[in-house]
Every structure is written in C-alpha cells, then in structure tokens.
C-alpha cells in the first residue's frame, strides 16, 4: 500500500473509532415495562398450547398471526404449580417474537381437572408459606428472564371450579367482627396473593405485572363472591382482568350480544381502582349455528370494547376441545368463513395494535 494509503486508511480507522466511543458513552437503555397505550389496545391470543396450556411453538403463533393477519402484542399461555417449574422456554420464544408473555399461574396439582377442590397447593398452605422455596425460585426465574411479563395468579377466583376459589375455603362464612363483612374465602385468597407477589418482589421479580383476573358474573353471584371482595388493593395489581365468552358449552344459554356480558362487570373493575387499565385476559364464544350466529356474536364484542375507554388489551382464547359428551366446543377464531372475515376485520383496524409499546420501569 502506498503511503497515501496509509494516510486514509488511519483517517477511516480513527473515524470508526471515535463512532464507537460514542456508542460506549450513550446511556445504555434501563429496565422497561409494557405500557399502557393512549390510543387503541393491544391485540393477543392464547393458541391452543395442550393440555396444560403450556406447550408454546413460535409455529403455532406464526400460524395464527397468519390466519389472522395479525402480529399478536400479547401470547397467554399457563404455568401450574404441579410442574414446580418456570416457564423459561416459553417466555424467552414469546419475547423473542416480539411479543409480551401473558402467564396464567395456577395453584393446583394433576390431574388439572376443575371441580376437585383444593390439593397441596391450597390457599392455606401458600398463605401459611409451605410454598415460599418454590414462590421464590419463581420469583428468581422471572427477575432472571428480566422482560416485562403479565402474571394472573389464581385466576376466576370468584368462580366455583378452581380450587382456588373462595367457595372451597368457607366462602360465606364472614370473618367474626368486620364490618361491612368481609369473607373467609376472599380473605384467604388476599393473603395467599399478596405473599405470592411480596415474594416474587423480594427475589427481584419487578420486571412481573401483576393481573387481578376475575370472572365477569360471580358464581354464585352473592355478596361473599363478589370480585370487589378478592381485590388485594392497588399496590399489588397493575392491570384489572376479566374472562368474558359466550357459549362455550351446548347447554349454555345463548347471549345473542355481548354488551351484557361486559358492561357490568366492566363498571365493577372501575369501580375497584380509578386509573388502573383493564383487559379482557380472555374472551370467546363456541360455534353452535343451531343457537345463534358466531359471527354476529363477534361483530358486536368488537363494537361494544371500543367504548371501553379502560380497556387496553383483549387476549382470544383460541382452542377446540372435546367434552365428555363427546361433543365439541370450537371456539376457534375460523370455526366458520364468516367468523374468521369478521375478526380480520375489526382486528385489522388501526385501534388494535400488533405490537408491545415499551418504556422505562418506574424505580
């Protein structure tokens, strides 16, 4: 090389190298969270994961992003205390994806059947600690995976098949001397949640979002069981949640709109908290055509969340499953060509945002 040569080639060397002290001097970016949207709502879906909800696939998600023309902000899928585990795999492929991790974290044993009442993991025994090692083993596992994560602990409370619900645990049974009453079942669902989330903080845990994740109508719907009476208070929440379907089974009644089936209880989650958003962590409806149809069902559930001004993400729960009855509940977003043309539809509206909008964790 000539000396000339030389000369640019040390001119370019230094140039490089002054670009890069300038990159080592910028403030690297600090721990962030998912953040509410001022416009729109996030768009998500649980995509039929198994039987424990939990066996996630970047195929599966990809095909459903497909079908329905959607990049997907959130992916929901379970993690039971049975596994005595921490969903790392599937939470690093959803974050990879570009997407926000929605987990179910449910407090129960095999065989995972409803109506069994409680097991190991009773509301008791988390309350009274018998589960702190693996609650913080949890807690270092997601301080670990380190990106913002929704976390519903215990969802459907208010409902009467988990064993987790406050029916199980003397649920009209008032705690002696409160006034207004308050209720054993609730009571101890409160102190089993807030020791799951204080413990979760404690091993660093405060990259997780905290979802009170409740049944629109209670069942029963009694004082004991209303969804107000198993609030753990604003500083252990950070998003209210509501289940929210249709017909999921052939002896449900049918519900020709879905106004009713959140209007209510779209007040009530107001009422709990003044500011805290809401999403609809999971929301549905069967395709039973002798019934009503599917995607009329769906056409209206679009239109009434949009006057939602709360309510900042919706999350479909996107499964077929065969009953003990041999029938089928298909609540599969294609159960017809119709069902699927109305979701493209409203889902493909700018309102309905595909991606996680991040920002700075407060400190």
């Known amino acids: ?123 008791n025994n988390i309350a009274d600690g018998k589960w702190d090692a693996y609650i913080d083993k949890w807690g270092e596992a997601a301080h670990a995976f380190g990106h913002p994560m929704l976390v519903s602990f215990g969802n459907e409370m208010n409902g009467d098949w988990f064993p987790w619900s406050g029916g199980w645990y003397h649920g009209n049974q008032p705690v002696p001397g409160t006034k207004p009453a308050q209720y054993q079942g609730a009571e101890l669902y409160k102190r089993a949640y807030r020791r799951v989330v204080d413990r979760v903080r404690a091993k660093g845990g405060a990259n997780v979002l905290w979802v009170f994740h409740v049944m629109n109508y209670s069942y029963p719907q009694d004082d004991w069981n209303l969804a107000s009476q198993y609030y753990p208070g604003p500083d252990y929440v950070d998003w209210l949640g509501l289940s929210v379907y249709g017909e999921q089974y052939m002896d449900d009644p049918w519900e020709e709109n879905f106004a009713p089936l959140l209007d209510w209880p779209y007040d009530e989650l107001c009422k709990l908290d003044p500011v805290k958003p809401i999403m609809l962590t999971e929301w549905g409806i069967g395709e039973y055509p002798m019934h009503g149809s599917k995607a009329k069902f769906m056409k209206g559930a679009f239109e009434d969340m949009r006057t939602k001004p709360r309510l900042k993400a919706a999350i479909y729960w996107n499964e077929r499953w065969e009953n003990d009855d041999e029938s089928y509940s298909n609540l599969h977003v294609n159960s017809t060509v119709e069902s699927l043309a109305v979701y493209r539809a409203y889902i493909g509206q700018p309102f309905w945002l595909g991606n996680p909008i991040l920002a700075p964790r407060a400190k």
């Open 1 to 123: 090389m000539s000396r000339p040569g030389r000369r640019t080639a040390s001119l370019i060397l230094a140039l490089l190298l002054a670009a890069a002290c300038r990159k080592q001097e910028a403030a690297p970016p600090g721990p962030m969270t998912l953040a509410v949207p001022a416009q729109g709502a996030y768009t998500g879906a649980f995509i039929e994961f198994g039987d424990t909800e939990d066996d996630v696939t970047l195929d599966g998600i990809e095909e459903f992003e497909k079908l329905v023309g959607k990049h997907q902000a959130i992916i929901a899928s379970s993690s039971y205390w049975g596994e005595q585990s921490f969903p790392t795999a599937n939470v690093n492929l959803i974050f990879r994806h570009g997407s926000i991790p929605l987990i179910f974290w449910s407090p129960w044993n095999r065989p995972y059947q409803e109506d069994l009442g409680p097991d190991k993991f009773s509301l």
